[in-house]
T-cell receptor, first 112, second 117 residues
């Protein structure tokens, strides 16, 4: 079993739609969690960190369920510019000095 | 946010040559840098962890004699792909740890595309 798994996708949604991505991780000792987005032929960029209390940044909401080892990302009112691959990232440590593990990514295409 | 640069952004080389890729942290000191490789339609796979002033730690299956890593200063790590072959063609990305905020986040360079003919 892979350490980090994500919805395989791709997701093709119309502008304005709400879309949710799921991610599961296998190491119950994992400490910190992130969502990154990666545009085609570019490096990953941090979208948001994920906290147990849940967090929201504009149209984006991230949730963490430690008991189920599950992370989610909700995008409301999708824009064309949201088209990208979304990577779930898990850190088994607490700092940026620790190795992180990338999920395989979920591709999103927002259609006019 | 913290800035990490990579050079070159594109490399095309003949099979058997060696290629050096540089990763620099521009506005912070990075005691730890990571090197990843990404093949088409796949996610990033960690190759090695580079610590300033010490030997790199390689992930299982990554040949340390083929992928030479040098982290000689707090702002520069280099990855040399020795005797490159077509199967080494990939997108190589570095990341750096050590920026002050947020402390748990690594910052990624823009990546280097390597094509070995």
């Amino acid at each position: 079993r892979k350490e980090v798994e994500q919805d395989p996708g791709p997701f093709n949604v119309p502008e304005g739609a709400t879309v949710a991505f799921n991610c599961t991780y296998s190491n119950s000792a994992s400490q910190s969690f992130f969502w990154y987005r990666q545009d085609c032929r570019k490096e990953p960029k941090l979208l948001m960190s994920v906290y147990s209390s849940g967090n929201e940044d504009g149209r984006f909401t991230a949730q963490l369920n430690r008991a189920s080892q599950y992370i989610s990302l909700l995008i409301r009112d999708s824009k064309l510019s949201d088209s990208a691959t979304y990577l779930c990232v898990v850190n088994n440590g607490r700092t940026s000095y620790d190795k992180v593990i990338f999920g395989p990514g979920t591709s999103l295409s927002v259609i006019p | 946010g913290a800035v990490v640069s990579q050079h070159p952004s594109w490399v095309i080389c003949k099979s058997g040559t060696s290629v050096k890729i540089e990763c620099r942290s521009l506005d912070f000191q990075a005691t730890t840098m990571f090197w990843y490789r990404q093949f088409p339609k796949q996610s990033l796979m960690l190759m090695a962890t580079s610590n300033e002033g010490s030997k790199a730690t390689y992930e299982q299956g990554v040949e340390k004699d083929k992928f030479l890593i040098n982290h000689a200063s707090l702002t520069l790590s280099t990855l040399t792909v020795t005797s490159a072959h077509p199967e080494d063609s990939s997108f190589y990305i570095c990341s750096a740890a050590g920026a002050s905020e947020p402390q748990e986040t690594q910052y990624f360079g823009p990546g280097t595309r390597l094509l070995v003919l």
